[in-house]
């Protein structure tokens, strides 16, 4: 049981450059989150899924898209890099209903 | 306002020492109320949730005021393994979204 993963662990791309960020639980989640989380800002809300198939967008949802592949697994895209999406991202899960959020482990994105 | 508006710390405090660490949320229909910890560079983890009766977890307590919007946690007797970030976390009912604070740091020294 891993919980919830994500790849890549670290990635540094230009300006303009696209990338997604992959995120899976085998927890058997209906919920997912996207976040990103800056110096003094805390974790912010990008996008989250609440069951297989919907999408909702969060506080930040700019310049970012979503993608609910299926039950397990939840991508972040970046269309066209920007300095200001330098972050790191976490990707959350949790059941219906449930009090907890389990977090992966994150990825640190520098955007130059 | 931020909706969950915490003091950033840093607290330093010796090992063995009492801390408390207060937390402010804005939105009234506020329901669901949580602790979370975060260790340098890793993800957080749910620490306790917050009952409005006050809980208590070995060391933890965390307690309630939703009359002044009030959280809070004591950590007793603090070891050096409890240093790290603590995220104040609040939820609407009958929503799917979390509200984070941008914690407050506890360096424990010996």
């Known amino acids: 049981n891993a919980g919830v993963t994500q790849t890549p662990k670290f990635q540094v791309l230009k300006t303009g450059q696209s990338m997604t960020l992959q995120c899976a639980q085998d927890m058997n989640h209906n919920s997912m989150y996207w976040y990103r989380q800056d110096p003094g800002m805390g974790l912010r809300l990008i996008y989250y899924s609440a069951s297989e198939g919907t999408t909702d967008k969060g506080e930040v949802p700019n310049g970012y898209n979503v993608s609910r592949l299926n039950k397990r697994e939840f991508s972040l895209r970046l269309e066209s890099a920007a300095p200001s999406q330098t972050s790191v991202y976490f990707c959350?899960?949790?059941?219906?209903?449930?009090?907890?959020?389990?977090f992966g482990p994150g990825t640190r994105l520098t955007v130059l | 306002r931020k909706e969950v508006e915490q003091d950033p710390g840093p607290f330093n405090v010796p090992e063995g020492a009492t801390v408390a660490f207060n937390c402010t949320y804005s939105?009234?229909?506020?329901?669901?109320f949580f602790w979370y910890r975060q260790d340098c560079r890793k993800e957080p983890k749910l620490l306790m949730s917050v009952y409005s009766s006050g809980n208590e977890d070995g060391r933890f307590t965390a307690q309630l005021n939703r009359a002044s919007q009030y959280i809070s946690l004591l950590i007793r007797d603090s070891k050096l393994s409890d240093s790290a970030t603590y995220l104040c976390?609040?939820?609407?009912?009958?929503?799917?979204?979390?509200?984070f604070g941008t914690g407050t740091r506890l360096q424990v020294f010996p």
């Open positions: 959350a899960s949790r059941t219906a209903g449930g009090d907890t959020q389990y």
């Open positions: 976390v609040v939820s609407t009912y009958n929503t799917d979204k979390l509200i």
């Open positions: 939105n009234s229909a506020s329901q669901s």
